[in-house]
């Protein structure tokens, strides 16, 4: 990729390559020498270590219309949420305090919320025992903040990341639900050294090139990595030998989010960002796995004139990055699964 000004590499004319010599997908050099599982571990702690304000990803922005609510479990929590007269968000426990009727199914009337089962209006103030919980729109997804869930010290708003600015943006959200907990979601997205052996159909010549705390990677990438990052020269596969060739870089901000964003190439300045949500209360006793939800929110941004037209067929291209994003997920919820299935059972390596 050519240099800029300001040293940076910045896309050539042309955002395509062509592999000259492309290496068949079994004689690619092996990662699993570096992908050890100890640095793997240590940067899942940090980010368990991180505060995230008890705030949880409820589901998308575009899910929530006038006439609607959006409902959803967190962590055995049911919760609903709403947009009130006045445009604003309001949420609270997803059980009518009647009856319990499942107010997500629900209709929204002047910005009232009507149970369905015998009429009773909540205007996202307190009623009868049902208490509203603090929500947040950050324009691209609804989070919620459920303090006896979290048990952390409560947050004003949730940890979010950088995102390229939405006028200039296309973005979409994929949603899928595993059977695992959060942190193996994250743990699968904090190993970059999978993607090119375990989803071949979309990357390829991955090489890890900064890891958190630098060892062994040059000092460029080292900075573009951070103190807690990976950063990762990665191609990704459009057609034949065609390529995308870009750096993306890994962090997580906080313990069930992990954003990826591109520091290099192509697309510089977008980001994918991966959120696990606890669907099922922790329970060890239960013998039913836990279920956790992946809401994965793709930002995509260029300086090219032509992505303009991308956004104005948005419509269009929205199914489609919510089609490639599901079927990385595919394969990913696999890994996330198997891999709470080797911890629940003590056969997990390390």
């Keep these: 990729m050519p240099a800029a000004a300001d040293g940076s590499r910045r896309p050539g004319r042309f955002p395509l390559r062509l592999r ?4 068949p997908w079994d004689r690619q050099q092996p990662t699993w020498g570096e992908a050890k599982p100890a640095l793997i571990a240590d940067a899942l702690k940090r980010a368990q270590a991180r505060p995230s304000g008890n ?4 589901g998308a922005t575009r899910h929530l219309t006038a006439g609607r609510p959006l409902g959803g479990t967190v962590a055995g929590t049911e919760v609903v949420a709403w947009r009130g007269a006045d445009g604003r968000l309001r949420a609270g426990p997803g059980a009518c305090p009647h009856l319990g009727a499942p107010l997500k199914d629900s209709p929204v009337r002047c910005g009232t919320l009507v149970c369905h089962w015998h009429g009773l209006a909540l205007s996202g103030t307190s009623f009868a025992g049902w208490e509203p919980y603090p929500v947040y729109d950050d324009g691209l997804l609804v989070w919620v903040r459920l303090d006896a869930v979290g048990g952390e010290e409560p947050l004003d708003r949730p940890v979010l990341p950088a995102r390229p600015e939405p006028a200039g943006a296309l973005p979409a959200v994929y949603a899928g639900v595993g059977r695992c907990e959060p942190e193996d979601i994250v743990a699968n997205r904090l190993d970059p050294w999978h993607g ?11 090489t890890v090139v900064g890891t958190p705390g630098g060892d062994g990677v040059g000092e460029e990438a080292g900075e573009e990595a951070g103190e807690d990052g990976f950063a990762v020269d990665v191609s990704f596969k459009v057609a034949g030998r065609a390529v995308v060739p870009v750096r993306a870089v890994f962090t997580a901000p906080e313990p ?3 954003v990826m964003h591109i520091a290099e190439g192509e697309g510089r300045g977008s980001v994918v960002e991966t959120h696990a949500t606890p669907l099922t209360a922790p329970d060890a006793t239960s013998g039913r796995p836990p279920r956790t ?19 104005a067929a948005a419509p269009l291209l929205r199914p489609l990055m919510r089609a490639a994003a599901g079927r990385l997920w595919r394969d990913d919820l696999a890994y996330a699964e198997r891999r709470w299935e080797l911890r629940s059972t003590g056969r997990f390596p390390g």
């Excluded at 375990?198 to 390829?204: A, I, K, N, R, T």
């Excluded at 939800?293 to 956004?311: I, K, N, Q």
């Design 196 to 206: 090119a052996w375990f989803h071949p159909y979309s990357f390829v010549d991955l």
């Design 20 to 23: 000259r010599d492309p290496v």
């Design 293 to 311: 939800a992946v809401t994965e929110a793709v930002v995509a941004a260029s300086d090219r004139t032509g992505f303009a037209l991308a956004r």
């Design 55 to 58: 705030w949880y990803v409820l």
């Design 256 to 258: 069930r989010t992990v």
